[in-house]
């Protein structure tokens, strides 16, 4: 294509001891994109995430981030150079104040500016900035926690499972606000057990497999496809 992908990732190998869990993936994503990658319990979806956001080292394979190979480069100094991931589980501290939960957010930059947009965006986490983080709803917990990755301004957000264990309600706002800061020009890379959820806010889907790549294309066009959906979304 004529734009330089954001993100770059070329046969990734993730293991751990014996276990293969990611056995060669390639994928790549344009700036200002949302792309997906779907598949069942255990395809490897979070091995893929973590790699790519330093939390696990990869085997073997390349990871180019703004055409600056960041393979080995540790979470802690991604995050200083815009590329932050929001964990499986939402991972609040629940016994530090929802204010305290998003200064961790930009520790590395002091930036009480980026503490008020996300204020902005959601003011349920202004009204109750001095409580503990635990006393939110599951679904305000993953606000707070995208609330908290934002407040490091990432170019590039990687999301694990964010509608996980979610009212269906509440995942629509979840969805929501992932297709705000999509438009925002923050590229999205989001990982789903609700393939056909995040396939219908995403621009490219890539199915995942046993560690590797089943299917990729434009998100409405694996949507489309009946044996796609059937033999490796479930449903
Ligand atoms: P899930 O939705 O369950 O997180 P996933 O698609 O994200 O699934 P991974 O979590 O990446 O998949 O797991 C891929 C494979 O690697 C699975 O077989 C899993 O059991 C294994 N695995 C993941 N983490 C570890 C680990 N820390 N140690 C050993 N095996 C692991």
Request: charged share 20%; hydrophobic share 45%.
């Amino acid at each position: 294509s004529m734009v330089e992908p954001i993100l770059k990732v070329t046969d990734l190998v993730v293991t751990y001891g014996r276990v293969e869990a990611v056995r060669g993936v390639s994928f790549e994503a344009a700036p200002g994109s949302l792309i997906t990658l779907v598949g069942a319990n255990g395809a490897g979806k979070s091995s893929i995430i973590n790699a790519v956001s330093g939390i696990v080292r990869p085997r073997s394979g390349t990871i180019t981030f703004e055409g600056r190979n960041i393979t080995k480069v540790p979470a802690h100094k991604l995050v200083g150079e815009g590329l932050v991931q929001v964990p499986e589980g939402r991972q609040i501290l629940g016994t530090l104040t929802i204010h305290e939960n998003l200064q961790l957010g930009g520790w590395h930059t002091n930036d009480a500016a980026a503490i008020g947009e996300v204020y902005e965006r959601f003011p349920v986490l202004a009204e109750r900035r001095d409580l503990p983080a635990g006393a939110l709803s599951g679904g305000e917990q993953q606000m707070l926690a995208i609330g908290r990755a934002l407040v490091a301004r990432p170019r590039l957000i990687l999301l694990d499972e964010p509608s996980m264990g979610l009212a269906p309600k509440i995942v629509d706002e979840v969805f929501s606000t992932i297709e705000e800061i999509r438009a925002s020009g923050t590229t999205v890379v989001l990982i789903e057990q609700n393939a056909r959820r995040a396939l219908r806010a995403a621009d490219h889907g890539y199915v995942l497999s046993s560690g590797e790549i089943a299917h990729q294309g434009p998100a409405a066009d694996l949507l489309a496809d009946d044996r796609v959906i059937q033999a490796y979304l479930g449903i």
